[in-house]
């Protein structure tokens, strides 16, 4: 029995392409008419959204404070890697497990968070700043797009880079031939990219030729690994990338802009006055006198000059900003919903109960944890680190593992948990005692806690218990109970637990 390749009879087959421009040019809702165009149209204007999309990020506060805003809520201070490597799949004992995978958070550690910045081909960041910088550029392009190349130097614990590269170099050439490619990927019979194309520096034409293009193949062809990675949620089947976050909200942003300069415009004209002066003098002004002499502007306002026996009369202006705060939280909550974290997080305000504050953020972080584990750990931060250890690998680094093996069993080597920065919380105290009864459950692992701190668990507790030994012997040797005098208070809770198991336990034996 066989069965044929839907998707490989021709291009038309694979999705619609839309208009990607109506939003930001003529406001959302305005083009369905036409709102299924040809992919080079919506190419086309997919490079004109994104160039809005940067002028917006650059000269427009709210554009550029709510892309911020949403780079340091999902990324922050960076996602740090917690190895969790398969050892009973790979047929070894736990200790041997626990050796390499404080061996592989070193490897990562020493690579990624080298003040050198050897981690980055530009020398510029670190891992964390890289992370960040893809989160960025798939937010405001739409997609964030790296490569990884091998460099050698001194000071190099890792021959091996991450490059950025600018998203708007990528582009379809416009006479492609046969090759299926959209938005400048090039993908195989069943979708799925590999190769990229891009400009060549110093052409900035919309639809290059291919000459004036560079291919780079998607995947490395030993490790399977990608060589390019492509930050991006694919949600159109006929499109690759995502439009920038700043495009559907433009017109939001547009209004507010339109909205405040009225308003400020009708407070000026109010405060401006006219002010009518009688002159009595005899042959100065009179009726026959033009209005031209008869009108004095000042920075203040204005003087008409009236001649004897001229009624005055006097003009209100009326106008008021009566409203202007509901306006401005309406176009705040639709640009929140067009984030997904609410006007509250866009006003950076937090004006009702704690209830509603406390919903807001907990939906906020809901959708960064989605950006994260769907896009960001899948698309940058595992490729990132299985890369790390492959080097690793074949420069010995990691104990009893050789090329063969690893690439055998890559990913029951290369498992990982990616820990994101703490989350805030209101109340900290709630938050202290969940946790605290959580780890007593089980619920709660040290690995969890540490990793939010961008730190391996085992060094830290490590540290933790020779403090605590060190403040136990300086006690001991100064006469002082220096351990009760800092966690007395954790030492009077633990006691009536201790006491209620222990009277439990005799009530069984009675």
Same mark, same amino acid.
């Given at each position: 029995?066989?069965?044929?390749?839907?998707?490989?009879?021709?291009?038309?087959?694979?999705?619609?392409?839309?208009?990607?421009?109506?939003?930001?040019?003529?406001?959302?809702?305005?083009?369905?008419?036409?709102?299924?165009?040809?992919?080079?149209?919506?190419?086309?204007?997919?490079?004109?959204?994104?160039?809005?999309?940067?002028?917006?990020?650059?000269?427009?506060?709210?554009?550029?404070?709510?892309?911020?805003?949403?780079?340091?809520?999902?990324?922050?201070?960076?996602?740090?890697?917690?190895?969790?490597?398969?050892?009973?799949?790979?047929?070894?004992?736990?200790?041997?497990?626990?050796?390499?995978?404080?061996?592989?958070?070193?490897?990562?550690?020493?690579?990624?968070?080298?003040?050198?910045?050897?981690?980055?081909?530009?020398?510029?960041?670190?891992?964390?700043?890289?992370?960040?910088?893809?989160?960025?550029?798939?937010?405001?392009?739409?997609?964030?797009?790296?490569?990884?190349?091998?460099?050698?130097?001194?000071?190099?614990?890792?021959?091996?880079?991450?490059?950025?590269?600018?998203?708007?170099?990528?582009?379809?050439?416009?006479?492609?031939?046969?090759?299926?490619?959209?938005?400048?990927?090039?993908?195989?019979?069943?979708?799925?990219?590999?190769?990229?194309?891009?400009?060549?520096?110093?052409?900035?034409?919309?639809?290059?030729?291919?000459?004036?293009?560079?291919?780079?193949?998607?995947?490395?062809?030993?490790?399977?690994?990608?060589?390019?990675?492509?930050?991006?949620?694919?949600?159109?089947?006929?499109?690759?990338?995502?439009?920038?976050?700043?495009?559907?909200?433009?017109?939001?942003?547009?209004?507010?802009?339109?909205?405040?300069?009225?308003?400020?415009?009708?407070?000026?004209?109010?405060?401006?006055?006219?002010?009518?002066?009688?002159?009595?003098?005899?042959?100065?002004?009179?009726?026959?006198?033009?209005?031209?002499?008869?009108?004095?502007?000042?920075?203040?306002?204005?003087?008409?000059?009236?001649?004897?026996?001229?009624?005055?009369?006097?003009?209100?202006?009326?106008?008021?900003?009566?409203?202007?705060?509901?306006?401005?939280?309406?176009?705040?909550?639709?640009?929140?919903?067009?984030?997904?974290?609410?006007?509250?997080?866009?006003?950076?305000?937090?004006?009702?109960?704690?209830?509603?504050?406390?919903?807001?953020?907990?939906?906020?972080?809901?959708?960064?944890?989605?950006?994260?584990?769907?896009?960001?750990?899948?698309?940058?931060?595992?490729?990132?680190?299985?890369?790390?250890?492959?080097?690793?690998?074949?420069?010995?680094?990691?104990?009893?593992?050789?090329?063969?093996?690893?690439?055998?069993?890559?990913?029951?080597?290369?498992?990982?948990?990616?820990?994101?920065?703490? *989350?805030? &919380?209101?109340?900290?105290? %709630?938050?202290? /005692?969940?946790?605290?009864?959580?780890?007593?459950?089980? @619920? +709660?692992? !040290?690995?969890?806690?540490?990793?939010?701190?961008?730190?391996?668990?085992?060094?830290?507790? *490590?540290? &933790?218990?020779?403090?605590? %030994?060190?403040? /136990?012997?300086?006690?001991?040797?100064?006469?002082?109970? @220096? +351990?009760? !005098?800092?966690?007395?208070?954790?030492?009077?809770?633990?006691?009536?637990?201790?006491?209620?198991?222990?009277?439990?336990?005799?009530?069984?034996?009675?």
């Amino acid at each position: 029995m066989s069965f044929r390749n839907l998707t490989s009879y021709g291009s038309r087959s694979r999705g619609r392409h839309v208009v990607r421009s109506a939003a930001s040019k003529a406001g959302p809702l305005s083009g369905w008419q036409h709102s299924i165009v040809s992919r080079a149209v919506a190419e086309r204007q997919r490079l004109e959204v994104s160039n809005r999309a940067l002028d917006l990020y650059t000269n427009d506060a709210v554009a550029h404070g709510v892309l911020e805003a949403l780079v340091v809520e999902t990324i922050g201070t960076g996602i740090t890697a917690s190895p969790s490597t398969r050892h009973e799949r790979l047929g070894r004992d736990g200790k041997w497990g626990d050796n390499y995978k404080a061996a592989a958070f070193r490897c990562w550690e020493g690579h990624g968070l080298d003040f050198r910045n050897f981690c980055d081909a530009t020398e510029r960041q670190n891992m964390y700043g890289l992370q960040s910088l893809a989160y960025f550029t798939w937010k405001l392009s739409g997609i964030g797009m790296f490569q990884k190349i091998f460099i050698k130097g001194p000071g190099r614990t890792l021959s091996q880079a991450t490059l950025p590269i600018d998203p708007e170099r990528l582009a379809t050439p416009f006479n492609r031939m046969s090759a299926e490619i959209y938005d400048g990927i090039e993908v195989d019979s069943n979708g799925a990219p590999i190769a990229t194309w891009f400009r060549k520096p110093g052409v900035t034409s919309a639809q290059p030729s291919m000459h004036q293009m560079e291919r780079f193949e998607v995947k490395d062809k030993e490790t399977g690994l990608p060589r390019i990675y492509l930050v991006c949620d694919v949600r159109n089947i006929a499109e690759y990338r995502q439009d920038s976050i700043l495009g559907t909200i433009a017109p939001e942003i547009y209004f507010r802009k339109d909205m405040q300069l009225a308003a400020l415009m009708g407070q000026a004209i109010r405060n401006n006055f006219v002010a009518f002066v009688q002159d009595y003098s005899v042959g100065n002004i009179s009726k026959d006198t033009p209005w031209q002499d008869r009108i004095h502007e000042t920075s203040k306002g204005t003087v008409l000059m009236g001649g004897a026996k001229e009624k005055p009369t006097f003009y209100n202006h009326s106008a008021s900003s009566i409203g202007l705060n509901e306006v401005s939280d309406a176009v705040c909550g639709d640009i929140g919903i067009g984030i997904g974290r609410g006007g509250e997080s866009v006003k950076r305000e937090y004006n009702k109960s704690y209830t509603a504050a406390k919903a807001n953020m907990e939906k906020a972080e809901q959708f960064c944890n989605y950006e994260r584990d769907i896009v960001m750990n899948n698309r940058f931060c595992q490729p990132e680190y299985a890369w790390v250890q492959y080097e690793s690998v074949l420069r010995g680094n990691l104990p009893n593992v050789n090329k063969k093996q690893f690439l055998e069993n890559l990913y029951e080597y290369t498992r990982c948990t990616h820990l994101a920065q703490p *989350t805030i &919380y209101l109340d900290k105290e %709630k938050i202290s /005692k969940a946790n605290a009864r959580d780890r007593r459950n089980g @619920l +709660l692992l !040290m690995e969890e806690v540490w990793g939010e701190k961008g730190m391996s668990y085992r060094e830290a507790m *490590t540290r &933790y218990a020779e403090e605590i %030994k060190f403040i /136990k012997e300086l006690g001991e040797k100064e006469g002082v109970d @220096l +351990l009760a !005098m800092l966690f007395g208070d954790e030492l009077q809770e633990s006691e009536p637990q201790e006491n209620e198991s222990t009277n439990d336990g005799d009530k069984d034996n009675e």
